[in-house]
């Protein structure tokens, strides 16, 4: 069975500072990574994915994630936060024999002027 | 191109009545999922269509949920005789069979419905 845990439901930074948003999986076949972000009243769209390439992956908007297999991790980071990145921001995890997604709880990011 | 699309935007029902959702997929994506997007339980699957194969129903929560893909395409989730715990958004998304975007799923903006 497939878990994701994200730590933190709420993260609040600066703009311009470093955001970083946590997220730990339990899967007992290689996994499939992903983050989305949702904004307001709007569906998800995808960040970024790891998919046992590269572990560490660029995604839009200046996100990358490194996948750590040793700490079961893909935490999110971006080094300089902007306004603009308000959002609510899910962890999955899917693999080849489940498709389906399973997510975590989501993490709200607020960025303060 | 067009991307996922649902309707209606929003649905507004009483209970006990019954609801269709549709959702039209990415032109050429033969893999289609329905999820549930609640406040007190997140983000979960429902159920994923892939080509002709057997749907994946693992995810519905009761008997009241069902859905169908007609000609491979356009998707269908109804919920007979609603309750007022199934208010949620309910997004559907899609994704290609093969190739190097198989394993990405591109999500629609929802349906928001609200049972009173």
């Known amino acids: 069975a497939q878990s994701v845990t994200q730590l933190g439901s709420h993260v609040s930074v600066s703009e311009g500072a470093l955001v970083l948003l946590r997220c730990n999986y339990s899967?007992?076949?290689?996994?499939?990574l992903f983050w989305y972000v949702q904004y307001p009243n709007q569906g998800l769209q995808l960040l970024l994915k790891?998919?046992?390439?590269?572990?560490l992956v660029k995604g839009i908007n200046g996100f990358e994630a490194e996948f750590k297999k040793s700490e079961t991790s893909f935490h999110l980071t971006k080094p300089s936060a902007h306004m603009s990145d308000a959002a609510e921001y899910f962890c999955?995890?899917?693999?080849?024999?489940?498709?389906?997604?399973?997510f975590g709880s989501g993490t709200r990011l607020q960025v303060q002027p | 191109g067009a991307g996922v699309s649902q309707s209606p935007s929003n649905k507004v029902t009483e209970k006990g009545k019954d609801v269709e959702l549709r959702c039209d997929p990415i032109?050429?994506?033969?893999?289609l999922y329905w999820y549930r997007q609640s406040l007190g339980q997140g983000l979960e699957f429902l159920i994923y269509?892939?080509?002709?194969?057997?749907?994946?129903k693992s995810g519905l929560p009761s008997d009241r949920f069902s859905a169908e893909r007609t000609g491979g395409s356009v998707s269908t989730l109804t919920i007979q005789r609603t309750q007022q715990e199934d208010s949620a958004v309910y997004l559907c998304?899609?994704?290609?069979?093969?190739?190097?975007?198989?394993?990405?799923?591109?999500f629609g903006p929802g349906t928001r419905l609200t049972v009173l």
């Open positions: 998304a899609s994704s290609r069979n093969r190739g190097g975007d198989a394993d990405t799923q591109y």
């Open positions: 899967s007992s076949v290689p996994p499939y």
């Open positions: 790891y998919t046992s390439a590269a572990t």
């Open positions: 999955a995890v899917s693999d080849t024999g489940r498709r389906a997604l399973t």
């Open positions: 032109s050429g994506h033969t893999a």
């Open positions: 269509f892939q080509g002709n194969s057997a749907p994946d």
